[in-house]
């Protein structure tokens, strides 16, 4: 017999799971390192499930805690995880749509992480309201800062 | 310079089309999320071992609490002290062979058919432990009275208020704590069963 929380927090992974993975792919370096962001966020998720507003936008609050989560473990070392079994690996997997996206990973890389979160939530099609809220800044702050990253990719794809 | 605008643009709407790449593999994927019931089941473990400490320390203040009262009623009331130190042998027992046995890194990386094998037979020795308990805590309760009634002669009425009083408060304390770490062995073997039967899967 589950418990709420345990069917709440199912819920909401089977709902957001992409956009978790999503930023845990655009944060790694390897699949294994995706396997360690993803559980950790998991595991923040349903640390904080408890003390989340329902009222509150729950894809935000995902995003918040994904891109949180990447960012800070990120510089850490790595810690030894238990396998999490997956069926895809993006780094090495060889058709077409892989090298796309390894593409669109390596154009990212080349960014600060705050600036590699504001770009992949405008990918996301977040509205500035939403990015703001999610990385804490002003909605002015996110246009000045998508207008220099724009400027950014802009430079680094005339080299 | 408009040139390098749209260039740019089309760059931008190539990665959002990438991004939509990514997202469709990742719908394909699911995900085994064991750790997370592995960390709870580690979680209620530890409520359980916590629960069989408070145990040990309340029979143990019991049986010196029995010792001196002993002391007054001139050896009246060696049958207490038999009780107490039956619970005391019980819980030291559940204790040590749950450190032993659940051991918070094991947990996390033991196979996971093994842990629920253990945890069943945990419950087997708890159910055990109860019907001693039961038979021995009948017994108890009568020979408590008579000695009572034998040792304390005219103050009889007041102290058998107090003891039978005392007596169904921690007969009340003792069951509640077992049906609590029962239901946390039930849940950890329910959870276990998920993970071992791939309910789990997201």
């Known amino acids: 017999m589950k418990t709420d929380k345990e069917r709440k927090f199912e819920n909401i992974v089977k709902k957001h799971k992409t956009t978790i993975y999503t930023v845990c792919y655009m944060f790694s370096k390897d ?22 507003d329902n009222k509150a936008n729950i894809k935000t609050w995902i995003y918040r805690i994904s891109l949180n989560t990447c960012i800070s473990l ?31 990973y390596d154009r990212i890389n080349l960014l600060q992480p705050f600036d590699k979160a504001i770009v992949l939530l405008w990918l996301e099609n977040q509205s500035y309201e939403d990015i703001s809220l ?26 | 310079m408009e040139k390098e605008d749209k260039m740019m643009n089309d760059e931008l709407m190539q990665m959002k089309k990438q991004i939509q790449i990514l997202h469709n593999k990742l719908k394909k994927q699911q995900i085994v999320n064991e750790k997370i019931f592995r960390n ?25 609490l029995c010792m001196s009262v002993s002391y007054f009623l001139f050896d009246k009331i060696l049958y207490s002290l038999i009780f107490f130190l039956f619970v005391i042998c019980m819980e030291t027992f559940v204790y040590f062979y749950s450190r032993k046995e659940f051991k918070t890194n094991d947990i996390m990386t033991n196979d996971i058919v093994e842990l629920s094998k253990k945890i069943l037979h945990m419950k087997k020795i708890q159910d055990k432990f109860l019907a001693i308990d039961i038979f021995l805590a009948i017994v108890f309760g009568f020979w408590f009275l ?31 704590g077992y049906r609590r770490q029962q ?16 309910a789990n899967q997201i």
């Open chain 1, 31 to 52: 699949n294994e390192q995706v396997q360690d962001l993803f559980q950790e966020v998991l595991i923040r998720i349903w640390q904080g499930i408890d003390s989340f």
């Open chain 2, 40 to 64: 709870s089941v580690k979680n209620s473990m530890k409520i359980f071992n916590d629960m069989d400490k408070y145990s040990l320390v309340v029979a143990f203040i019991l049986l010196v």
């Open chain 2, 146 to 176: 008579y000695d009572w009634v034998n040792g304390l002669g005219h103050f009889f009425k007041v102290n058998v208020y107090g003891g039978v009083f005392g007596l169904v408060v921690g007969l009340a304390l003792w069951w509640f």
């Open chain 1, 74 to 104: 990120q510089r850490k070392k790595r810690k030894k995880t238990l396998p999490l079994d997956m069926d895809i690996n993006i780094f090495e997997d060889d058709d077409e749509d892989s090298k796309q996206i390894r593409t669109l």
């Open chain 1, 134 to 159: 999610i990385m804490g800044i002003s909605v002015k702050n996110v246009s000045v800062r998508l207008l220099r990253i724009k400027e950014k990719l802009k430079t680094i794809s005339n080299d």
């Open chain 2, 183 to 198: 239901k946390i062995l039930k849940n950890v073997i329910t959870q276990l069963e998920q993970i071992t039967k791939g």
